[in-house]
C-alpha cells in the first residue's frame, strides 16, 4: 500500500541464521508494528514501536528482536532462525485512531 | 488482555446473496474500536469498515454493514449482494484507545467462498 513498505517480499534462509526484515514509511506516523500470520492463528503481534528508540513487546516476541533509530524505518530482527518462525511477516503504521495500514507482507522460509 | 474470537472459520455464499460474519471480543474498557478486515489472496490487508464503541449508530460502507452490540460484545458483518471479488479471509479486530499503544488485536479469521 501506498506509504509503507516491507522488504524483502520473501525469503528463504537457513535454520541458525539471523534475519532482518525492513518497514519503511512514508506517513511519519508513531506508531508501527511487526505481526506474523499463521494459518488457524490470524495476525499475532510480535513487537511494536510508539516512536524513535520507543519498542516493546507483543505476544510472540520470542526469539525476535526490532529496532527503531529513524521514524520511517522499523527493523525485525530473527536472531537465530528457526523452522518455528516460518511465517508471513506484516508491517502496520497507524494513524490511531482512524486506520492502521499494512504492508504487502514477507513470506519467510526457514529451512 | 482483550480477546476476539471468530467462531466461523469458513463460510459460502451464493453470488448475490447476503451473509453474515460473527465475531465476539471480550474487554473491560468501555472505550475502543473494533475492525473488520478483508485478506484477498493477493495478501494485502483492506480495511472494510470500522466502529467506535462510543457510537450507538451501526457503520455502512456501500454493500458492507456491521451490526455492533457493545453490552453483548458482538459485532458481525453483513455483506449485501455478494460479489465474486468479495471472496477472501475476513478479520476482525480490536483496539483499546488506553495503555499508549493501540496495538490490534486479530480473531483467527473466517474464510468466506462466493459461489457463482
Known amino acids: 500500500d501506498a506509504g509503507i513498505t516491507q522488504s524483502p517480499r520473501h525469503k528463504v534462509t537457513e535454520t541458525g541464521t539471523p534475519v532482518t526484515l525492513r518497514c519503511h514509511q512514508t506517513?511519519?506516523?508513531?506508531?508501527m508494528y511487526w505481526y506474523r500470520q499463521d494459518p488457524g492463528h490470524g495476525l499475532r503481534l510480535i513487537h511494536y514501536?510508539?516512536?524513535?528508540?520507543?519498542?516493546d513487546k507483543g505476544e510472540v516476541s520470542d526469539g525476535y528482536s526490532v529496532s527503531r533509530s529513524k521514524t520511517e524505518d522499523f527493523l525485525l530482527t530473527l536472531e537465530s532462525a528457526t523452522s518455528s518462525q516460518t511465517s508471513v511477516y506484516f508491517c502496520?503504521?497507524?494513524?490511531?485512531?482512524?486506520?492502521?495500514?499494512f504492508g504487502s507482507g514477507t513470506r519467510l522460509t526457514v529451512v | 488482555a482483550q480477546t476476539v474470537t471468530q467462531s466461523q472459520p469458513e463460510m459460502s455464499v451464493q453470488e448475490a446473496e447476503t451473509v453474515t460474519l460473527s465475531c465476539t471480543y471480550d474487554?473491560?474498557?468501555?472505550?475502543?474500536?473494533l475492525f473488520w478486515y478483508k485478506q484477498p489472496p493477493s495478501r494485502q490487508m483492506i480495511l472494510v469498515i470500522r466502529?467506535?464503541?462510543?457510537?450507538?449508530q451501526n457503520a455502512t460502507e456501500n454493500r458492507f454493514s456491521v451490526n455492533f452490540q457493545k453490552a453483548a460484545k458482538s459485532f458481525s458483518l453483513k455483506i449485501s449482494d455478494s460479489q465474486l471479488g468479495d471472496a477472501a479471509m475476513y478479520f476482525c479486530a480490536y483496539s483499546s484507545t488506553q495503555g499508549g499503544s493501540e496495538k490490534l488485536v486479530f480473531g483467527k479469521g473466517t474464510k468466506l467462498t462466493v459461489n457463482p
Open positions: 474487554t473491560s474498557e468501555s472505550d475502543y474500536y
Open positions: 514501536s510508539y516512536g524513535v528508540k520507543d519498542t
Open positions: 466502529q467506535e464503541a462510543y457510537k450507538q
Open positions: 506517513e511519519n506516523h508513531r506508531y
Open positions: 502496520a503504521i497507524s494513524d490511531h485512531p482512524y486506520g492502521y495500514t
